[in-house]
């Protein structure tokens, strides 16, 4: 009986850590919603002066990378005139990471860049 429930106990254990892992991913579905209607329209389709016009493909996965690591703090040093509270990233952390999976699968050494949409 003990050492079903042992067994039992750790099969659990282990389908939760795996959830887990799975989950900790952004979801680049959500990421590219997100990308588009906070960061796209607002201010990186080119048509704002002084904003670069951004897309997937801009960026390689390693430079993506770069700018969405700690906390996206390189992000943060470039939009130091307020451009994020405008920008209105929904979902908090969960959301700059769903940006950051879109982003990243479709950058342009990515298997599938974006090309278009």
């Keep these: 009986m003990n050492k079903k429930f042992v067994g039992l ?13 799975v989950s900790a991913e952004g979801n680049a579905r959500r990421g590219k919603r997100i990308w588009k209607v906070g ?26 990378k770069m700018w969405f ?4 703090e390189k992000i943060k040093e470039v939009h130091k005139n ?3 509270d405008k920008a209105k990233v929904r979902g908090g952390a969960q959301g700059w990471e769903d940006m950051f999976q879109y982003l990243h699968d479709h950058a342009l ?3 599938q860049p974006e090309t278009c949409g």
């Design 39 to 64: 960061c796209r329209l607002t201010c990186h389709d080119g048509s704002v002066q002084g904003s670069p016009a951004l897309s997937p493909v801009s960026k390689t996965q390693a430079q993506w």
């Design 82 to 84: 307020g451009e994020l």
């Design 109 to 111: 050494d990515s298997a």
């Design 69 to 72: 690591e700690n906390d996206h």
């Design 9 to 21: 106990l750790m099969l659990l254990f282990i389908v939760v850590f795996n959830v887990s892992l």
